[in-house]
Nanobody, 119 residues
Framework: QIQLVESGGGLVQPGGSLRLSCAVS????????LAWFRQAPGKERMFLAG????????YNQRSVKGRFTISRDNAKNTVSLQMNSLKPEDTAVYYC????????????WGQGTQVTVSS
């Protein structure tokens, strides 16, 4: 059983930066991929970026590539999302998710953290 707890959300001005963190706990993390998603009001949940725990390989959704960067800290068991040049349309609830590397369905989800980009 994987547990995920997000933190770091808040209010930020357009053009600003924010770093989200996801505390990961559970067995055999090297068998998992972790990812960040977001869901804006009235919209579907959207994949942003993912990382393979075993080797740190990352992959990003094209629309946020260059602004959002995912990383992991093996020693602290955390996955982070560094978000730069934030725009009002980045306002959403951001979720951390995990799945086994061998399946396609994201199985475990955190509770989400609100990010609001506004002046």
């Amino acid at each position: 059983q994987i547990q995920l707890v997000e933190s770091g959300g808040g209010l930020v001005q357009p053009g600003g930066s924010l770093r989200l963190s996801c505390a990961v706990s559970g067995p055999s993390l090297s068998m998992y991929r972790l990812a960040w998603f977001r869901q804006a009001p009235g919209k579907e949940r959207m994949f942003l970026a993912g990382i393979r725990w075993s080797d740190g390989r990352t992959y990003n959704q094209r629309s946020v590539k260059g602004r959002f960067t995912i990383s992991r800290d093996n020693a602290k068991n955390t996955v982070s999302l560094q978000m730069n040049s934030l725009k009002p349309e980045d306002t959403a609830v951001y979720y951390c998710a995990a799945r086994l590397d061998t399946i396609s369905q994201w199985t475990y989800w955190g509770q989400g953290t609100q990010v609001t980009v506004s002046s």
